[in-house]
């Protein structure tokens, strides 16, 4: 029988007592290396991590690159240029098949080793394609590739098929040459198949740990991929831990711990940080910036991402039907005068729909339109417009400072004699409903991968979403789009480009480049790490300490 | 008494299909979950397949129908985010809710009934206008400000308590606080309003001037009769612990009922809001049930038949 006497027992229920009231990190084991709580406003959309389902911004951040890895991944520290990760070295078979050679000694965070078999399986049916069809199938002989039945409980969400063929339209099949060596075969000449093997959504996972999975769910909050750091728990909206993998190909993490907490409130995730309850606040608006620096033990890293911050035309709309004006507004934008006032200057007012890491698809002498208002002026006069309103469809701040800048741009249209009127909706399909009140809209594009096929032909080409929803189409655009996604002639794809943003931008706008987007992170000054210019978050060994 | 019991029980079941209805209809008007849950940069053809995949492409009053059949059967659905069923999700949140809301209740029944009884028997005192002049102000400072506000004393200044997640006991502290002021500011005021305007009926001067000792006419007289209000406070406090949480959990980022419904109706994942609202009017019907019970407690007269009493 258990001899408890009342000083034993009231020293035991001291010592439970305890427990409860000290904070969990305190009570890990002696591992040295220090461990972090990272406060966001989100830590997923979707409350899993798959890279197929999650597909957005702060998904990214928890993700890369601490959890998955694909084969080309991007330099993080530097300009986000490819560099080899999972694989080391990649060839041009012909122009529809690329080869790979797989780093060897890579461990999933389950003790395997990495090998070809578990990248073909990456970009299976049964984990990735689903009955989806490259778009151009018929054009090579494919055989044993059958569609598989999945077994219970692992059925893929609707949208992962969907995610992954958008990634991979003509991906006939990737297939293992040897133990280290992989071919990715696509149906048609593809030059951007390395940038979509770099692309968000071509990570790679363990083949074992897809199998030994009771559900889909379980493995989808628990993937073992080959990541620095893996997954402990995901608590659904409320908190991700990730713990060393100290079998990483890279080198020992430097943190035992990542935990990253969904803090909803901006003073909540500030107040946190000032009390050392989190050591890093992410999706700090620009405007308290300036406040967590005036506490000189902080600092706020952080700026340009790889996302532009646009104006979305419906050209149906019987005020915008007319070029000239949106040519007006898209002259009567003081883009300079937003970034300092709203931005504190910490993001940049971009070369149109394009990045800086297209390398020589970047088309250096391009420009967003200049902001002339006498110009607009005088188109508006050309256009016979009257005054008739314009609707703007807004969400209360879904991107930073999005209703202050809504309002800084009315105020700019009206100096031209537009009169634009401020629509509050509140969310995205009310936005995009099709009516007669749709005309003026925010919106912002990323490029997943560093070619214009991932931003332009993708968001604003004939399968991109301004077309999709019925807001803009132009025949000249699309037979341009269709020259980018299948020429393999350089020169052809950089002209046809820079005459793709002469349409969408100057001639019939499709849209208008407003500013680069950019994210904040706010943290104590003695923490030495360095910020990526994207929302991913790098916690290797080589950025910390 | 069963008549009594049925008719409130038939009411509550009315309640809860109209608000469930309107909480349906208002939902998959306002906004399409495809769309919210996958987010502005997905892509045309994975919002068509999650359309798809849920019946959202089905016609609205399809989709009703289906769902209330599927009601009637117990089933809640499930949730369009998770891929887990909705009454799970839910269930699974409730402790964490109640583990702030009984704390915040018992700090609001513990100081504001006695703040309320103390002001109105030393009325016009510094004690009285003290008391009411913190009740007002916790009564009218939204709980938003008011949790800020203890973060940054408590936490930012003082360093003395964390100032939000759901680790340990030491992080209730603060949202158990901003709750339990505010009601129990409320139930001073209520309470106070309650003994005066009892204080004021001829049968307790009656009770005075025959000798009774004030502590028993009080005790005997006062508080009873005062209660009647108070307790219909109570109720709705009650009736508020799975739901009444939902600004201070968002800011003390704790993860119980009100910051999932947030989520919830953000994404517009409805299985997830209906269950959550079905649990809050359940609460609420049987919250209301116990206070009349409890009004024939305090007051003999309340038990009795209408006729008895002399009534028509």
């Not at chain 2, 906004?31 to 849920?54: C, H, K, Q, T, Y």
Request: hydrophobic fraction near 45%.
């Amino acid at each position: 029988m258990l001899d408890l006497s009342r000083r034993s027992f009231l020293g035991v229920a001291g010592a439970a007592g305890g427990t409860l009231l000290l904070p969990r990190f305190a009570l890990a084991s002696a591992d040295p290396r220090p461990s972090i709580t990272i406060a966001v406003q989100k830590i997923t959309n979707t409350n899993t991590l798959d890279v197929l389902r999650e597909q957005s911004n702060v998904g990214e951040r928890v993700f890369f690159s601490s959890l998955w890895e694909g084969l080309i991944g991007r330099n993080w520290g530097n300009k986000l240029e490819p560099v080899p990760l999972l694989a080391t070295e990649w060839r041009r078979i012909d122009d529809k098949t690329v080869e790979l050679t797989l780093r060897q000694g890579v461990k999933f965070h389950n003790g395997d080793e990495l090998t070809a078999e578990d990248v073909v399986f990456s970009f299976s049916r049964e984990r990735a394609f689903g009955t989806t069809e490259p778009a151009n199938r018929t054009t090579v002989s494919v055989s044993g590739d059958g569609i598989p039945q999945p077994r219970a409980g692992m059925e893929l969400p609707p949208e992962v098929p969907a995610v992954a063929r958008r990634n991979w339209p003509d991906l006939v099949r990737v297939e293992a040459v040897d133990k280290y060596t992989v071919r990715f075969v696509n149906a048609s000449p593809d030059v951007t198949l390395e940038g979509r093997i770099a692309r968000y959504g071509s990570e790679i996972m363990s083949r074992r740990g897809w199998e030994e999975a009771n559900s889909y769910l379980d493995w989808a909050r628990k993937p073992i991929t080959t990541g620095p750091y893996k997954v402990v728990e995901m608590v659904p909206d409320t908190s991700l831990t990730l713990e060393a993998h100290d079998e990483y190909w890279g080198g020992r993490p430097p943190l035992k711990r990542i935990r990253f907490v969904a803090v909803s409130e901006v003073p909540s995730r500030i107040a946190g940080l000032l009390s050392g309850e989190y050591q890093f606040a992410c999706d700090i608006p620009p405007d308290q910036i300036a406040e967590i620096e005036a506490n000189p033990a902080f600092e706020v890293q952080g700026g340009t991402i790889l996302n532009h911050r646009l104006i979305v035309f419906d050209k149906h709309h019987p005020q915008l039907e007319n070029p000239l004006i949106r040519r007006a507004m898209t002259h009567a934008i003081d883009r300079q005068a937003i970034v300092d006032a709203l931005w504190a200057g910490r993001t940049v007012v971009p070369k149109g729909l394009q990045w800086d890491y297209y390398g020589d698809m970047f088309v250096s002498d391009w420009d967003v339109p200049a902001f002339d208002p006498k110009l607009a002026a005088d188109m508006v006069k050309q256009a016979g417009y009257k005054g008739e309103p314009i609707p703007y469809r807004l969400l209360n701040n879904y991107y930073t400072a999005q209703v202050p800048t809504a309002q800084v741009l009315v105020e700019m249209w009206r100096q031209v004699g537009l009169n634009v009127q401020i629509e509050m909706k509140e969310n995205w399909s009310q936005i995009l409903e099709r009516s007669p009140t749709r005309a003026v809209r925010d919106w912002s594009n990323s490029a997943p991968f560093s070619d214009p096929v991932s931003s332009i032909v993708n968001q604003h080409g004939p399968n991109g979403q301004q077309q999709q929803v019925g807001e803009w189409e132009n025949k000249e655009a699309n037979l341009l789009a269709a020259v980018l996604e299948t020429s393999t002639d350089h020169a052809e794809r950089k002209k046809a480009f820079r005459r793709m943003m002469e349409i969408c931008e100057r001639e019939d706008p499709a849209y208008t480049v407003l500013h680069q987007n950019a994210t904040f992170t706010a943290k104590p000054k003695a923490l030495k790490w360095k910020a990526a210019p994207a929302f991913a978050v790098d916690f290797r060994a080589g950025n910390w300490g | 008494m069963l008549r009594f019991l049925s008719l409130r029980l038939g009411r509550a079941a009315l309640t809860i299909v109209l608000v469930v209805t309107f909480a349906f209809v208002v939902l998959r008007l306002s906004g399409d979950p495809a769309m919210l849950i996958m987010g502005a940069e997905a892509s045309p053809e994975a919002i068509a397949a999650f359309r798809a995949s849920w019946g959202l492409d089905e016609p609205i009053w399809v989709q009703y129908f289906a769902y209330f059949g599927a009601l009637a059967q117990g089933d809640l659905g499930m949730s369009m985010r998770d891929g887990r069923p909705a009454l799970d999700m839910v269930l699974d949140r409730v402790p964490a809710t109640l583990a702030l809301t009984v704390p915040a209740l018992l700090i609001k029944i513990g100081l504001g009934i006695p703040a309320g009884i103390y002001a109105a028997l030393h009325r016009d005192s510094a004690i009285d206008r003290a008391v009411m002049v913190l009740a007002i102000a916790g009564f009218t400072v939204p709980s938003f400000v008011l949790s800020l506000l203890l973060v940054l004393l408590f936490a930012v200044k003082l360093g003395w308590l964390p100032s939000g997640g759901n680790q340990t006991l030491l992080h209730a502290v603060l949202p158990v606080l901003t709750l339990g002021i505010g009601g129990a500011a409320i139930l001073a005021r209520f309470t106070r309003s309650a003994m005066l305007e009892v204080l004021n009926q001829p049968y307790v001067r009656t009770a005075s001037a025959k000798g009774v000792p004030w502590r028993r006419v009080v005790v005997g007289h006062v508080l009873p009769n005062a209660m009647i209000p108070t307790v219909t406070i109570i109720g709705f406090m009650v009736g508020n612990l799975i739901a009444g949480a939902v600004v201070v959990e968002s800011v003390f980022s704790w993860p119980g009922i009100g910051r999932m419904l947030v989520t919830a109706v953000a994404n517009r994942d409805l299985a997830v809001v209906q269950t959550i609202l079905l649990l809050v009017a359940a609460t609420m019907v049987a919250a209301n049930l116990i206070v009349d019970l409890l009004y024939g407690v305090l007051d003999p007269r309340l038990r009795q038949a209408p006729a008895a009493r002399g009534g028509h």
